[in-house]
């Protein structure tokens, strides 16, 4: 054998690890996560996670890789729902007689069928008026939802029974740990088939329109078909995670459509990163934790997301995988262990301000909606007086003290942080 060969044969296997790897890992982990995981409250949010991850993603190939920003994303998506739970009646009454598996496809294409009729018209323009149009529609199909009763329910929603149909590899889905089974299948197919298209000369073109649009008419493509496509195929995808949805839960009402439902998956892919294949996932993740464990512990957890999501458009735009990227350079050139100790000593005083600022949002809450005469709460397993003038000066003392040395500790993190990304050669990365 040749050294050539030898070396052909020795860069392969690293090729193929690298390109497949992620897969594997993804799907690994997808099967041993309810392992991990057993709870039925693990088992339900794990659930929620995937059908997030799939809206979210969906929602990224307008935002993320389309520079289209839409207000009516959940449109699709609780179509798609509407259309999967009339379905799953359908299979019920024998009238279709297909497994409970391939109930997603069908909201998928009425996801994709009303993506069609509205993107006709809505991607003919661009920016703040896109945006508009897919606020009206989103209001106005809001709106239909409580007139047209016979398809979508009125304020009761449509409700089916997702184990009427065939059984699946033994499984007629009665048991949330095998809607998990069918989510994570779902999610693993639709992720890999978004990803493709965001590699295809079809999502290469989306990123050219959302970055120079005059520049993609000028060499002969049309934007406007660019944005139509990537629309329609985020109908599609959207209306996929309505149908399991739908699977989940066995109910689809007029909320799984409205403007908050679109606000919500904005904030999942902002959160996550807009800019990055992966950032919508985070964000799913992240949004699910905050709403199924957060929720359990405050009644304002509403409040902590909302304010999370200001500080990543003032301060981390990329978002949290954003955040991530960031510290890359520094790990290529050996870096990183250089922020450890201005981490640590800037992030022990942000803890302390943040735990001052959460002890005094929790108790002005407990003060305001507490019942009369009841004084006492517990934050964290502790339990005080909000009444007595000790919590309040340790809250203040944490503000004060936290935030004063949170602030003397920022400029020595911004050095050291210069100092970790500084070209290799510099004087300032060669001091480092």
């Given at each position: 054998m040749s050294d050539i060969a030898k070396v052909?044969?020795?860069?392969?296997?690293?090729?193929?690890?690298?390109?497949?790897?992620?897969?594997?890992?993804?799907?690994?982990?997808?099967?041993?996560?309810?392992?991990?995981?057993?709870?039925?409250?693990?088992?339900?949010?794990?659930?929620l996670m995937g059908i997030f991850i799939i809206f979210a993603l969906s929602y990224n190939m307008l935002l993320g890789q389309s520079g289209m920003l839409s207000f009516g994303h959940a449109v699709y998506f609780g179509l798609g729902g509407f259309m999967s739970v009339?379905?799953?009646?359908?299979?019920?009454?024998?009238?279709?007689?297909v497994p409970i598996v391939i109930v997603p496809v069908f909201g998928g294409l009425i996801g994709l069928v009303f993506a069609v009729i509205v993107g006709s018209f809505s991607t003919r323009?661009?920016?703040?008026?896109?945006?508009?149009?897919?606020?009206?529609?989103?209001?106005?199909?809001?709106?239909?939802?409580?007139i047209f009763v016979a398809f979508f329910g009125g304020e009761e929603g449509v409700s089916g029974d997702r184990t009427m149909g065939p059984e699946v590899l033994g499984m007629d889905f009665a048991q949330d740990i095998e809607v998990y089974s069918l989510i994570a299948f779902w999610?693993?197919?639709?992720?890999?088939l978004m990803y493709l298209f965001s590699r295809t000369p079809m999502g290469r073109m989306a990123n050219a329109v959302r970055d120079n649009p005059e520049r993609i008419e000028f060499i002969g493509y049309s934007q406007r078909k660019v944005r139509f496509i990537s629309f329609c195929a985020s109908g599609f995808f959207a209306g996929i995670a309505g149908g399991l949805f739908a699977i989940n839960f066995e109910i689809v009402t007029e909320e799984n459509l409205n403007a908050l439902t679109s606000g919500v998956v904005l904030l999942m892919a902002y959160i996550g990163g807009v800019g990055f294949f992966v950032g919508p996932i985070v964000g799913a993740v992240v949004f699910t934790l905050l709403q199924t464990l957060l929720s359990n512990y405050t009644e304002i957890w509403q409040l902590y997301v909302g304010v999370i999501f200001v500080l990543t458009?003032?301060?981390?735009?990329?978002?949290?995988?954003?955040?991530v990227a960031m510290?890359?350079?520094?790990?290529?050139?050996?870096?990183?262990?250089?922020?450890?100790?201005?981490?640590?000593?800037?992030?022990?005083?942000?803890?302390?301000?943040?735990?001052?600022?959460?002890?005094?949002?929790?108790?002005?809450?407990?003060?305001?909606?507490?019942?009369?005469?009841?004084?006492?709460?517990s934050l964290l397993t502790i339990e005080f007086d909000t009444h007595s003038a000790t919590p309040w000066i340790i809250i203040a003392i944490l503000v004060v003290v936290g935030g004063?040395?949170?602030?003397t500790q920022m400029p020595q993190l911004k050095e050291a942080w210069e100092g970790a990304n500084a070209p290799m050669g510099s004087d300032e990365g060669g001091a480092s």
């Amino acid at each position: 054998m040749s050294d050539i060969a030898k070396v052909q044969n020795a860069v392969m296997p690293a090729s193929l690890l690298k390109r497949f790897g992620p897969w594997l890992f993804l799907a690994i982990g997808l099967m041993v996560l309810p392992l991990i995981f057993s709870s039925n409250l693990s088992v339900y949010t794990m659930n929620l996670m995937g059908i997030f991850i799939i809206f979210a993603l969906s929602y990224n190939m307008l935002l993320g890789q389309s520079g289209m920003l839409s207000f009516g994303h959940a449109v699709y998506f609780g179509l798609g729902g509407f259309m999967s739970v009339h379905f799953m009646n359908y299979i019920e009454a024998e009238i279709f007689v297909v497994p409970i598996v391939i109930v997603p496809v069908f909201g998928g294409l009425i996801g994709l069928v009303f993506a069609v009729i509205v993107g006709s018209f809505s991607t003919r323009r661009s920016g703040t008026v896109f945006a508009m149009i897919s606020l009206g529609i989103a209001e106005l199909i809001a709106a239909s939802s409580l007139i047209f009763v016979a398809f979508f329910g009125g304020e009761e929603g449509v409700s089916g029974d997702r184990t009427m149909g065939p059984e699946v590899l033994g499984m007629d889905f009665a048991q949330d740990i095998e809607v998990y089974s069918l989510i994570a299948f779902w999610a693993f197919v639709t992720i890999a088939l978004m990803y493709l298209f965001s590699r295809t000369p079809m999502g290469r073109m989306a990123n050219a329109v959302r970055d120079n649009p005059e520049r993609i008419e000028f060499i002969g493509y049309s934007q406007r078909k660019v944005r139509f496509i990537s629309f329609c195929a985020s109908g599609f995808f959207a209306g996929i995670a309505g149908g399991l949805f739908a699977i989940n839960f066995e109910i689809v009402t007029e909320e799984n459509l409205n403007a908050l439902t679109s606000g919500v998956v904005l904030l999942m892919a902002y959160i996550g990163g807009v800019g990055f294949f992966v950032g919508p996932i985070v964000g799913a993740v992240v949004f699910t934790l905050l709403q199924t464990l957060l929720s359990n512990y405050t009644e304002i957890w509403q409040l902590y997301v909302g304010v999370i999501f200001v500080l990543t458009v003032m301060y981390a735009p990329q978002g949290l995988t954003g955040l991530v990227a960031m510290h890359i350079p520094a790990f290529k050139m050996k870096r990183l262990g250089t922020l450890a100790a201005p981490y640590v000593r800037a992030g022990i005083p942000t803890l302390l301000l943040l735990s001052g600022i959460v002890g005094f949002l929790e108790t002005i809450h407990h003060v305001r909606s507490a019942a009369v005469g009841e004084t006492t709460m517990s934050l964290l397993t502790i339990e005080f007086d909000t009444h007595s003038a000790t919590p309040w000066i340790i809250i203040a003392i944490l503000v004060v003290v936290g935030g004063y040395l949170t602030r003397t500790q920022m400029p020595q993190l911004k050095e050291a942080w210069e100092g970790a990304n500084a070209p290799m050669g510099s004087d300032e990365g060669g001091a480092s």
